[in-house]
């Protein structure tokens, strides 16, 4: 694993202490993580081999901090809220890579101040609605369920980062907790308006997709390289929504390559 540290900040009027972890050199790569909490995962192991990478955990989500997602409201204020830690981080325009629920929140920072972005990388994107295509509400759906959608393998040993141990009541707490957090700005639906605004991106975009994704199927890769000009689309076998979890190799790899040329 990285040698990492991590950076505490006050935001929002003091409101918000900001928690990221931050290892490498280079380059500096922002990664916001999916719902289910920030996993320091191999993928960022090897990006870090290239680049600072910045990987701020969601509010909330933060040891002993649950009450740090109350003073945000709504995307707007989640979008400011980054714009703030970007600027006490020195970070003009960094690259930003989002996962999940973190790609869109990478997607909005992105079309709302297109400047604050110089390049975009979404991994199995949250952010857009299709009715042919409904999102699986997985902040609910059972486990066994939900699986299935997940992961490409049932048996992949990185399920054990984002699935509860029914046995560790610390496990419940942790992964409800941060579903919730991250809930509060997509429930009901994961597109609170992306769509009208995200004809403004015009960083360069790499948008990567697991072949098997079950909860934001592959039509969604298709539909944001459709959506934002500038994109293009990778997709990874054996594969479904954990991407990163699952091929770290061939993430990283697409990811380095991208934002070297």
């Known amino acids: 694993m990285a040698a990492t540290s991590e950076q ?49 955990e969601h509010p909330g989500t933060s040891a002993n901090d649950p009450e740090a997602i109350k003073p ?58 299709r009715d042919d295509a409904p999102i699986a509400n997985y902040m609910v759906m059972p486990e066994a369920q939900l699986e299935k959608l997940l992961f490409a393998d049932s048996h992949n040993p990185a399920r054990k980062h984002i699935f509860m141990n029914l046995e560790d009541p610390e496990s419940i707490i942790r992964v409800t907790w941060a579903l919730g957090c991250a809930g509060k700005f997509t429930w009901p639906l994961p597109e609170k308006g992306l769509r009208k605004r995200i004809h403004r991106i015009s960083a360069p975009t790499l948008i990567v997709w697991g072949k098997q994704d079950g909860l934001t199927q592959p039509v969604y890769a298709e539909e944001f390289k ?36």
């Open 8 to 56: 505490t900040l006050k935001l929002w009027d003091g409101k918000v202490t900001a928690h990221v972890k931050v290892a490498g050199s280079g380059p500096a790569l922002v990664y916001l993580h999916s719902g289910y909490g920030l996993v320091w995962d191999e993928t960022l192991d090897l990006l870090a081999r290239d680049f600072t990478v910045y990987a701020p």
């Open 226 to 261: 459709k959506l934002i000009p500038n994109a293009r689309v990778e997709l990874i076998d054996k594969a479904a929504h954990m991407t990163p979890l699952e091929q770290p190799a061939a993430l990283a790899k697409m990811v380095r390559e991208f934002l070297k040329h």
């Open 72 to 129: 945000l409201d709504d995307v707007w204020d989640l979008v400011l809220y980054y714009y703030e830690m970007f600027d006490q981080l020195g970070l003009e325009a960094p690259a930003v890579m989002g996962h999940s629920f973190g790609g869109m929140v990478a997607a909005e920072l992105t079309a709302n101040n297109p400047r604050r972005v110089s390049r975009l990388v979404l991994v199995n994107s949250l952010g857009l609605w």
